[in-house]
């Protein structure tokens, strides 16, 4: 059983649903094994993530958000990438397989806190999904094929999505790891886009807003339980962007799990 640093009662648990609850798991000492698309140089710097990702999840509580955290497991230096671990659709969840075989173990302990909120789904042989590849606005899902994500693991998102009044849109990923490591939503009919997630007609029907940055992570964001959206300290534009739209906005330092490939998307699996 997963020790888990800030518990609910049932009926507090009821209560916090209606403004939204975010699971987090901390950073392992083992982060500076984390898999990223080329060798960080210098090496990942674990304490400096973990101060990040504290940080982080105090913004998470600050934006009105109960946290519920899981310790980490040094066995899976990227397992306070927590997003990946399953996807939550409505009042049902997909426990994810992930693309990268390294990474399945982390799931079990996410699904034992998670299964006290919602449903659970187990996605099984062959299909591989990353909760990070899976985009949620408004009724619709849009589901990444990407190196993590097959087809298989976009039909058993539809399988509990769909029953739930959910129009499922599977999309190929561009030249990023995830969809969302550069789109990401601000309200329910709002993203924001970077042009190599995705093929911009594959959001139709959708209030498209350009992130023209160097980094495709600079279009991803959290939108908070109070509505503001939070942002990187290290995206500025961004921040600039956001704003001009009318949306009020809160930013936190996590540069160093950034080095890790990660998002503010990543290290949070958000219910509302």
Not at 37 to 44: E, M, Q, R, T, V
Not at 85 to 114: F, I, K, N, Q
Not at 253 to 261: G, I
Request: charged residues 20%; proline residues 4%.
């Amino acid at each position: 059983m997963p020790r888990i640093t800030s518990s609910v009662s049932v009926t507090e648990r009821s209560a916090a649903m209606v403004q939204g609850v975010a699971l987090v798991r901390g950073v392992a000492a083992s982060f500076s094994s984390a898999v990223t698309g080329s060798p960080p140089d210098p090496p990942l710097a674990a304490d400096l993530a973990a101060s990040q990702h504290a940080s982080y999840v105090a913004a998470l509580a600050d934006g009105g958000y109960v946290t519920v955290e899981i310790e980490p497991d040094e066995a899976y230096p990227d397992c306070c990438f927590i997003e990946d671990a399953a996807v939550v659709v409505g009042e049902h969840a997909l426990v994810a397989r992930s693309g990268h075989p390294s990474r399945r173990g982390e799931v079990d302990e996410v699904a034992t806190v998670l299964g006290e909120y919602v449903r659970l789904h187990h996605a099984e042989i062959p299909a591989t999904i990353d909760g990070g590849d899976v985009m949620i606005v408004g009724s619709r899902v849009f589901v990444g094929l990407s190196q993590r994500t097959n087809a298989a693991g976009a039909a058993a998102i539809a399988a509990i999505a769909e029953p739930q009044a959910m129009t499922v849109n599977v999309v190929p990923v561009g030249s990023v790891l995830h969809l969302k490591s550069g789109l990401s939503a601000l309200d329910d009919s709002t993203v924001l886009w970077h042009r190599r997630a995705c093929e911009r007609d594959e959001l139709t029907g959708l209030r498209v807003i350009e992130i023209e940055e160097h980094d495709p992570e600079a279009a991803n964001v959290v939108r908070l339980a109070d509505g503001r959206i939070l942002v990187t300290e290290h995206h500025e534009r961004t921040r600039a962007v956001v704003e001009a739209l009318g949306f009020e906005t809160l930013a936190v330092d996590v540069s160093e799990l950034a080095r890790a490939d990660g998002g503010l998307t990543c290290m949070s699996i958000r219910l509302r």
